[in-house]
């Protein structure tokens, strides 16, 4: 397969909110003649897919949404695959880079070589879960930060268990995705569990739902506290838990990047 005449964007359109998608995503979007994604996140850049080719797919269809979007491109064709947030996050830019590896398409858009605008296969970044609960909770991944997700689908969960204890013992800012699916209802909650080993109580944990969706709602708790909150956590829901100088002020989590070290203020 090869898509020397065709062009595949990967693109990312953040959290939902059209004032959070990059000009670099919708122009892709717009140039494309076909579009591919869930329908979820079809629906959230719905005025811009008059005039497309659209085609949607299900969860946990990922590998034939990403072939199909390859052999279009491949016919000569420019094709827009759709993933929330960024792409390169739990997205849709890895399994469509691996097929493409397996497969040889696109072999022009390696490194090794110079990467500019006619590159076939681009990745158009975003604006990432992480980033957006973040700035509704204030500054709380101002210093180092993990992000952790707890989907065991397709990484096993003594590999998760394993990443939280290095996370919460090397004291990062934990950035949580998927805590939640109807079939891992308890994955949050061991989560918590472990942190707690190493983490005092008082530490602040932020929790977002929907951000910048019309939903959208948000809790600032403790660690201690958190599991109080064990029903509002769901899969639309990233939660932040800080780290030892992570603080709460009103209803924001500042964690300060050390200028209090340096200078005083
Ligand atoms: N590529 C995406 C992440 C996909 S994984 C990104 O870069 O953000 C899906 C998880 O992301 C969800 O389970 C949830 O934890 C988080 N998420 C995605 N959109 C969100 C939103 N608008 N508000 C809160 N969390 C969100």
Redesign the pocket.
Known sequence: MSIKDGKLYIV?IG??HPDLMTVAAQQAILKSEYVIGNTTYLDQIEPLLPGRKVITSSMGEEIARARHALELASRGKTVSII?????G???MAGIVLEIAEKDGAGADAKMDVEVDADTRIQVIP?V???N??ASILGSPITSDFATI?LSDLLTPWEDIEKRIAGAAASDFVIV????KSRNRNTNFGRCIEIVRRYRSGSVPVGL??????DVERAVVTTLERALDYDDFVD????AIIGNSESRIWGERIITPRGYHRKYDY
């Open positions: 990312g959290p939902g993933s929330g947030g960024d792409a996050v739990y997205g975003g990432t879960a992480a957006s609960a997700s949580l995705y998927n805590p977002v739902k929907n951000a910048f969706r899969m639309h829901t990233t």
